[in-house]
């Protein structure tokens, strides 16, 4: 009692100013609060990687003056410690990821992108999809590596799969969504036959290329607008030049143009980019493993592409059932492996696999018939499978692996943007790996969503502290 009479807080009746005078030195401090040079160098680290500031960014003069003035004995960074500290921090968050990869007991999907820096140096980036043990959807970009020229279908799939090996994880892939580029096709099948060679891919990499949904409708539609292609060069053209040099006199002349017809100019004008029409475009589910929909909503689609009686619904039904197939074998196979070690009991439990087996068949039928779930109520298609996996266990580990792979490219593009700001003119001769460090590291700490980086940054703060 005595003891924790003499560092109970409620007990200390002293006023502010006497609080800020430290018990042990008698001078003015905050006693409540003690300075760890350990904690300080992991916030400094957060900073650099969050924001994408600069390594100098420690030795500004202005930041210093500022440590010091809120502790004199700060410890004072330089940019190489600066450095050290983001690659320890990437080392120790790489180390979570492969730990994560070993307990996803489902596939992992790719997608990778290519991306020139400010200086013409090529950069990979490989972004791995997967759904964890709690049934997340997860997001995490696995390298933003260097990649020297010439960047062929060859070396592109030959840059992969050292990649893949080094996570550990080419024996884990389900599928590689990309876009149309001639390279592309060449890498995915050199890819794709060297995993097959092994025995890594389910049903012998029939799913494994997907093409990037964004990209393709961009095509469609940039074919689709030719057809009204002179009316939208007029619009096009008139932007430009309300938009264009001595802009100002123009841009006021059509702003009294639109008050004198009493249009609204809230707005503005805005020129049209060919090739991000789609920029906000809305991924597709993945309909028949979503009981909302299922096959209905497909059939209705191949319906009005292809007419009432197109032979595409029934080819869908087909590689529907044999990806099922594939998942049943499987755990079939598990089965038989379990019952071989046990001879006295062989018999009768393959009798038992048997029977187990002819219901397999209807497993996904009966999925299929089952009433669809209501649309108007709020629903999570993970949560859903995650609730059933004891009822179709097999449809279950088809979902999980299904579910996850990314319908576009856009993963992988939005790196990029955080990549020019990394490598802007001021520091174009930054190394590759610590390029790779920060965007990696800031990817695995606060993801991509910047509005909830500063909520983030608070846990990380109250965790450390």
């Known amino acids: 009692m005595r003891r924790h009479i003499k560092v109970c807080k409620r007990n200390d009746t002293r006023d502010i100013g006497q609080m800020m005078i430290s018990r042990d030195t008698n001078s003015l401090s905050l006693g409540s609060i003690q300075y760890d040079s350990n904690k300080f160098r992991e916030l400094v680290m957060a900073c650099i990687v969050m924001h994408d500031l600069p390594f100098q960014f420690v030795e500004w003069a202005g930041i210093r003056a500022i440590h010091q003035y809120l502790y004199p004995d700060v410890d004072t960074l330089t940019r190489n ?9 990437y080392q120790r968050e790489k180390l979570k990821i492969k730990a994560m990869f070993e307990e ?34 997860q ?19 030959e840059k992969i799969f050292d990649l893949l090996c080094g996570w550990k994880i080419e024996g884990k892939l389900f599928s590689l969504t990309l876009d149309n580029a001639s390279s592309n096709d060449v890498s995915v099948e050199a890819l794709g ?16 290329h997907l093409r990037c949904c964004c990209h393709i409708l961009n095509l469609v539609v940039q074919d689709g607008l030719k057809h009204i292609d002179r009316a939208i060069e007029k619009i096009r053209e008139s932007v430009k030049y309300v938009k264009g040099s ?18 609204g100019v809230k707005k503005g004008l805005r020129q049209d980019i060919l090739t991000r029409w ?27 592409a292809h007419g009432e009686d197109s032979l595409e619904i029934l080819l869908v039904r087909n590689k529907l059932y044999s990806l099922f197939d594939e998942y049943k074998s499987k755990s079939s196979h598990l089965t038989t492996t379990s019952v071989s070690s046990r001879a006295n009991e062989a018999t009768s439990h393959l009798e038992s696999m048997e029977v ?34 004891y009822r179709y266990p097999e449809l279950v580990e088809m979902a999980h692996d299904v579910l996850s792979i990314p319908v576009s490219t856009v993963a992988s593009e939005v790196a990029f943007s955080a990549g020019g ?24 700490l606060y993801g991509d969503k910047g509005n909830l980086i500063v909520i983030k940054f608070e846990k990380f703060i109250l965790t450390k502290f």
């Open 104 to 137: 996803v007991f489902g596939r992992v999907s790719l997608t990778y992108d290519l991306w020139s820096s400010c200086i013409s140096d090529g950069y990979m980036c490989l972004t791995a999809h997967f759904i964890d043990k709690e049934w997340r959807l």
């Open 81 to 89: 410690t600066a450095k050290v500290d983001v690659l320890k921090a």
């Open 139 to 157: 997001k995490r970009i696995l390298n933003f590596c260097f990649m020297p020229p010439p960047h062929t279908g060859v070396a592109l799939s």
């Open 278 to 304: 789609n920029s906000t475009y809305l991924m597709l589910d993945t309909c028949i493993l979503d009981p909302r929909y299922k096959m209905t909503f497909v059939e209705l689609c191949y319906k009005k």
């Open 246 to 263: 001595h802009s100002q006199v123009r841009k006021q002349k059509f702003l009294d143009c639109v008050k004198l017809v009493s249009v």
């Open 421 to 444: 700001r990394v490598l802007d003119q001021y520091r174009s001769s930054l190394k590759p790996e610590n390029v790779e460090a920060i965007i990696c590291t800031r990817d695995w």
């Open 356 to 389: 187990e087996s002819n219901l397999d068949l209807f497993k996904l039928e009966l999925y299929l018939d089952e009433p669809k779930m209501s649309r108007n109520v709020n629903f999570d298609v993970l949560t859903f499978w995650k609730s059933h996996q």
């Open 193 to 208: 036959s060297q995993l097959q060679l092994k025995g890594l891919l389910p049903c012998n990499g029939e799913f494994f």
